[in-house]
């Protein structure tokens, strides 16, 4: 490999981030004994699936120079709207369904505020938020219902030989988001419209449908996050998603994706929600208090984003160097 | 006339670029000195390197007579060299005199004195015979209002040297005369003046001194009087430019397009015209005269009010861009920047940008982006480093023809060109209309909108007239002349015929 193309991935695809994973593993292996168990890996795994199907499912929204503050509120109600089904009788796959259809539906109500009448997915998904999380207490009230049967919480707590079935879920949904986003027309698309919108539209791209898709995916993987984390935690109520929103957002965009729209990838969504999730796990191996940890998350949150501002720079002053005059 | 500013054996590489090599050339104080040379021949970075935001990779400046290096823009400024940049640099939501005098604010006391600024700014503009508002945001007023706000402003600076980058761009013919009668005055009090445009006419007329580079070159610095359009022409680009515009005899075909009185919004309506194949048609008019939403009501970007569009014999109802684009017609759009490229991806996903979707059912496939745009480069000659380049970094000349060669990818039937050659060289622009010949001569029909008499006088077969929101004259043959054209969008034929 030369030298260029090793900067490229470095810096440009944001390789580094992965440096930053390992330092902090390695830290975390010095420190605690505990750290380095298969169970306290699997543990980890476990607990950045949900958070991981959530970021690389809202990164399409990011691209697409938009943002999706409504998905811990799909989250929640589709995770209640399963509990629900499922309470009252009806067969699991029934219970599965009726909660995507309400993640579907999230997505066109999303795509169609942004898209057609084009308020800001700023205010427009954050109000959207409120409506499902309104929904959900309406369904739910303060109840909490548990008790589902086993062939649900095979989703979210069983294992296939030694790997939660979780994690399997978590994976697939990132191959797939990986292949749609980084791979497929459709992906490119996204990238167009989220860089600017008026070419790719003068250039015969439907804004309009690219609005479209990013919401229903991202609504969709809130739905199954929902879904996996009402089998995970045995028991739905309102509100269960909430704690999501923020952190599914900052995976996002500690893994380098822009705010500006159009520059990004999946990969980096992944290295986002990994650090994230080791954080907390790394405070809780080292009995840091839960009330000093939002401070520390927050900490690294700012950190990570300004090192990448920082390579950004590095990258930005290789340009303009290598710029024609 | 006394030398202020001299420049030795400059040289500035890039990696991998020289933009400018061993250029020597001295600015004089009370004289007018123009700049000119294609887009990429390195005025930018002259400019650039006197201001201060380059410094040169060799060769001493010397100012005033002793060496200096000039290694800030603030240096610069500090030095009295001052520049009206091409973009407009004002703060939206300040006032007018709040921006002229931004950071250098007149105190009375410890208080900004806001009176005496309002007062100044007012003797400012009247100069350019503009009288508005100064304590309104400037946001309120229009672009030429702008750059005459921005011109003040660096005037009010009192700088020794000011660098005017392309300031007519965007000015009606009264603003250039009055933007030109103070350029005399500042001259007269002794300022040094360079000045960059690619209207070659404006500089006969301002300039006393004329300064060519090519490809990072100095080709030669000569006394305007010396000097007709042609020489500059031809120290520009290296070459004759035997006739600006070339068409070749193409036998009109049968009708690609025919818009039946399209009523578009309030005011625009009784818009008929028709394209055949083979031939470029110009949409000619004021700024404002309603050519523009012609073009997006065929795209399908604007809504069609009444009216009846067919395209190939069928009835067509625009809807979409994406709809329009698959039948065959595309639009290259006015605002090239905004519109018709995205700057921050490479020139080979600007090239595939309206194709790539086609390409499979699927699967991205930048493999195929990349051999597509190889192959386009050399075609329209895009001068690129390689089809990896961000489209930012590339002159506006090269900008445009990857917006024609994301055009032609299309394999579009039937083209509109909105102002196809605004901002670009001499060079390229030739080279553009060439594109557009042959385009024709495969069959292809052009509806062009152009606000450059000439352009539409040389490339046209047929012009239709457009005033105040209508088509008010269609004219052929020998009565495509300039004269014709402007009586006509100029209204002054338009109340005498009672159309």
């Not at chain 1, 380095?36 to 543990?43: E, F």
């Amino acid at each position: 490999m030369n030298k260029e193309k090793a900067y490229s991935l470095f810096f440009e695809k944001g390789l580094y981030r992965i440096m930053i994973l390992v330092v902090m593993c390695v830290l975390l292996t010095c420190i605690s004994d505990s750290f380095l168990s298969l169970s306290n890996i699997m543990n980890i795994f476990r607990q950045a699936s949900i958070l991981l199907i959530l970021a690389v499912g809202a990164t399409g929204t990011i691209l697409a120079k938009g943002i999706d503050l409504s998905l811990a509120g799909v989250m929640s109600l589709s995770g209640c709207v399963c509990g629900y089904v499922l309470n009252a009788g009806y067969p699991v796959p029934v219970a599965i369904l009726a909660a995507l259809s309400v993640g579907i539906g999230f997505g066109f109500v999303n795509g169609f505020l942004v898209g057609v009448v084009k308020i800001p997915a700023f205010v427009s998904t954050y109000g959207v938020k409120y409506i499902a999380n309104g929904l959900a207490l309406m369904l739910m009230g303060s109840n909490i219902f548990f008790g589902f049967p086993e062939s649900f919480l095979f989703l979210g707590v069983g294992f296939l030989g030694p790997v939660p079935v979780l994690v399997i879920w978590a994976l697939i949904i990132t191959a797939i988001m990986y292949v749609f986003l980084e791979r497929s027309k459709f992906g490119h698309q996204i990238y167009c419209v989220g860089a600017n919108s008026t070419a790719a539209f003068y250039s015969g791209i439907s804004t309009l449908r690219t609005y479209f898709m990013v919401h229903v995916i991202s609504s969709t993987c809130a739905a199954i996050a929902g879904i996996l984390q009402a089998s995970r935690m045995n028991a739905a109520q309102a509100g269960m998603g909430e704690s999501f929103q923020m952190l599914a957002v900052a995976s996002i965009v500690i893994g380098g994706t822009s705010m500006a729209g159009g520059e990004g990838n999946v990969i980096g969504g992944i290295l986002g929600a990994l650090i994230l999730t080791l954080i907390t796990n790394g405070m809780n191996l080292l009995n840091i208090s839960s009330q000093a940890q939002p401070l520390v998350t927050g900490a690294v949150i700012v950190l990570a984003v300004f090192l990448d501002v920082q390579m950004k720079h590095i990258e930005g002053k290789k340009a303009v160097k290598a710029a024609i005059a | 006339m006394s030398e202020i500013i001299r420049l030795e054996h400059i040289w500035k590489r890039f990696t991998g670029v020289t933009a400018l090599s061993d250029v020597s050339v001295s600015f004089s104080s009370g004289e007018v000195h123009a700049l000119v040379g294609e887009n990429g021949a390195g005025k930018s970075t002259l400019i650039k390197v006197l201001l201060g935001a380059y410094q040169p990779t060799e060769g001493r400046i010397f100012y005033e007579g002793k060496e200096t290096v000039i290694e800030s823009p603030r240096k610069g400024s500090e030095l009295g060299i001052e520049g009206v940049h091409q973009e407009l640099m004002l703060v939206p939501y300040l006032s007018v005199s709040q921006n002229i005098f931004l950071n250098r604010e007149i105190r009375k006391g410890k208080i900004f004195d806001v009176k005496e600024m309002n007062r100044r700014s007012q003797e400012l503009l009247h100069d350019f015979s503009i009288d508005i508002d100064v304590t309104k945001p400037v946001k309120q007023y229009s672009a030429s209002i702008w750059k005459m706000i921005d011109i003040a402003r660096v005037i009010n600076q009192n700088p020794k040297v000011i660098i005017f980058d392309e300031p007519t761009a965007i000015l009606s013919e009264r603003e250039v005369d009055s933007l030109f009668s103070s350029i005399r005055r500042l001259k007269e009090k002794g300022i040094a003046i360079i000045y960059i445009s690619h209207r070659l006419n404006e500089i006969g007329e301002i300039a006393d001194k004329v300064t060519v580079l090519r490809d990072g070159h100095h080709i030669g610095t000569l006394p305007a009087s010396e000097l007709c359009n042609d020489d500059i022409v031809k120290m520009m680009v290296g070459r004759d430019v035997s006739q600006y515009y070339s068409r070749s005899r193409v036998e009109r075909g049968e009708e690609l397009i025919r818009l039946d009185s399209l009523e578009l919004k309030k005011g625009q309506h009784d818009i008929s015209l028709s394209v055949h194949k083979g031939e470029i048609v110009g949409l000619a008019g004021l700024v404002g005269a309603g050519r523009t939403e012609v073009a997006e009501a065929i795209l399908g970007i604007n809504p069609i009010l009444k009216g009846s569009i067919t395209y190939k014999g069928k009835p067509f109802h625009p809807a979409s861009p994406s709809q329009s684009i698959k039948k065959g017609i595309y639009l290259v759009p006015e605002n090239r920047k905004y519109q018709g490229l995205i700057l921050r991806f490479t020139v080979a996903n600007n090239i595939a940008l309206s194709v790539f979707s086609r390409w499979a059912k699927f699967f991205y496939k930048g493999k195929k982006e990349a051999t597509v745009a190889e192959n386009a480069i050399r075609k329209l000659s895009i001068k690129t480093p390689s089809s990896k380049q961000l489209v930012n970094n590339l002159s506006g000349g090269n900008q445009q023809k990857v917006v024609i060669a994301k055009a032609l990818e299309t394999s579009a039937e039937f083209l509109i060109f909105d102002e196809p050659s605004v901002g670009v060289d001499v060079g390229a622009k030739e080279e553009i209309h060439n594109h557009m010949d042959s385009f024709v001569v495969a069959g292809g029909g052009i509806l062009m909108i152009s606000s450059d008499l000439p352009e539409v006088v040389g490339m046209c077969d047929r012009v239709y007239v457009m005033y105040e929101g209508r088509i008010v004259k269609e004219l052929k043959g020998d009565e495509v002349t300039d004269n014709n054209i402007a009586e006509y969008m100029l209204g002054s034929k338009v109340a005498e015929a009672g159309i």
